[in-house]
Nanobody, 113 residues
Framework: QVQLVESGGGLVQPGGSLRLSCAAS????????MGWYRQAPGKQRELVAR???????NYADSVKGRFTISRDNAKNTVYLQMNSLKPEDTAVYYC???????WGQGTQVTVSS
């Protein structure tokens, strides 16, 4: 069964941290570029961060220096470490496997005091 399962979302205060995980199954994980996207209410889904099969990364300007994407091919898992969170980071975060064209169900991140 092909699926991506995200976890790690929740409610956090401004300035706090969260770590999202995305576990993949049914795909050749190591060959896929993996991405984290987010969608806030009333806005379009946007790319947050992406990591290639070779480990190259790129980030949205709004999260550079605060978020870090990483992958563990042995565990078929991609991570998003989010630090110094801001209220504008509030959104549903989705995991994507680019070459397999698969999306996860999303996990809610809410940054609020």
């Amino acid at each position: 069964q092909v699926q991506l399962v995200e976890s790690g979302g929740g409610l956090v205060q401004p300035g706090g941290s969260l770590r999202l995980s995305c576990a993949a199954s049914g795909i050749i994980f190591s060959l896929n570029t993996m991405g984290w996207y987010r969608q806030a209410p009333g806005k379009q889904r946007e790319l947050v961060a992406r990591i290639t099969s070779g480990g190259s990364t790129n980030y949205a300007d709004s999260v550079k220096g605060r978020f870090t994407i990483s992958r563990d091919n042995a565990k078929n898992t991609v991570y998003l470490q989010m630090n110094s969170l801001k209220p504008e980071d509030t959104a549903v975060y989705y995991c994507n496997a680019h070459h397999a064209d698969v999306w996860g169900q999303g996990t809610q991140v809410t940054v609020s005091s």
